[in-house]
């Protein structure tokens, strides 16, 4: 049942009760490291952990478990891929047909994951106009809905359940959140952190890759601003605008966007996995780089002894991605050793 009317707060909570014992309560985990590079005690909930590899399953399955109850019998989706996975699971776990359209450049491993989950797989030119306009007419040809990557309330508030988690699990650790860093696609999980915390007193960060910035530039326009998508590592940041309902949610409930390049993401991909022994794709890196540049960009250079969580949004790279962003480390790593022989 794809919505006009935007989400709150409730509903994030009434998804996060849904979809308890359907999906994984993953893991928070800190590093000192990590800590120390970011000038603040940083929380990071492990969302690459998640059924699918990402947090997109918690909105896919929320809004295509209403959909199978309503009478429905299949889903169209599109996007870079982890939505489109996350569809094809949980439509398979309700008997639905699903059916996904992805970019032609779409990374391998999320079209065979897609592929893997039952999906039937289309693929539709390079940018967001040409798969929603292929969505729509498959819509149109088989009378199954579109279950929106970002413009749908259920998907906002699943994706905002993964906030929630975090500053429920940073309370109870004794360690609550300060401030709050989600990377940022089309909107729709930045939008659920920001319905997550509202009322908390949490600050909300979103993180874009530098020339992906629609949601930075709509901000600052008052109105939602296209741009055509620059290169990037973090494939899954790269939709031209920001979608419709989270627009409408973010420019009141946002505190800033954080802008980083595909070298400092880079540099969070390799941290992660040398510090903590976790592999994320670089579009999930993408929030640890914003926390980090926060330290830069805060008056006075540092955060204290504030708290900030980060979701580490998905874990769906390509082997070949990985071994590229690894090598330079790995070959410091070899170069300290041989020095110190």
């Known amino acids: 049942m794809p919505s006009t009317a935007g989400p709150v707060r409730a509903d994030v909570e009434d ?33 690459n952990l998640q059924t699918g590899g990402s947090y997109k399953m918690r909105g896919a399955l929320r809004a295509v478990g209403r959909l199978a109850a309503a009478g429905h019998t299949g889903v169209i989706a599109q996007s870079t891929g ?22 032609v450049d779409a990374a391998a491993t ?24 292929m969505a729509y007419a498959l819509r149109d040809q088989t009378g199954h809905p579109v279950v929106d990557a970002y413009d749908h309330a ?71 601003i296209p741009v055509p998508p620059a290169a990037t590592i973090a494939d899954g ?14 420019r009141n409930a946002l505190r800033g966007v954080v802008r980083v390049d595909d070298e400092q993401i880079a ?26 540049r926060l330290r830069e960009e805060r008056a006075g250079g540092a955060l204290g002894e504030r708290t900030v969580g980060v979701v580490l949004t998905g874990g769906n790279v390509e082997a070949e991605l990985a071994a590229r962003l690894t090598a330079p480390r790995l070959a410091e790593l070899t170069t300290v050793e041989g020095a110190a022989a």
């Open 15 to 47: 998804a996060a009760r849904w979809l308890s014992g359907r999906v994984i309560r993953t893991p928070v985990l800190r590093s000192p490291a990590i800590d120390l590079l970011a000038g603040s005690r940083v929380l990071l909930k492990a969302e």
């Open 82 to 103: 982890n939505h489109a996975i996350a569809v094809a699971l949980a439509a398979r776990q309700h008997g639905l047909a699903a059916t996904v359209v992805l970019p």
């Open 110 to 133: 999320k079209v065979d994951r897609a592929g893997a989950a039952g999906a039937r797989v289309v693929f539709a030119g390079t940018g967001l106009d040409e798969r929603v306009a």
């Open 154 to 224: 259920d998907v906002i508030a699943g994706q905002g359940s993964a906030s929630l988690e975090l500053i429920e699990q940073a309370e109870r650790a004794g360690t609550p959140l300060d401030a709050l860093v989600v990377p940022v696609g089309g909107g729709g999980g930045v939008a659920g952190a920001c319905l997550a915390a509202a009322g908390t007193g949490i600050t909300v960060y979103g993180v874009e890759p530098v020339g992906c910035d629609s949601l930075a530039r709509s901000l600052s326009a008052g109105e939602r």
């Open 237 to 250: 940041l790269r939709p031209s605008c920001v979608g419709e309902l989270p627009f409408a949610i973010l």
């Open 267 to 292: 540099a969070a991909f390799r941290l992660l996995l040398m510090e903590l022994k976790v592999l994320v794709e670089p579009s999930g890196a993408a929030g640890l780089a914003g926390a980090l």
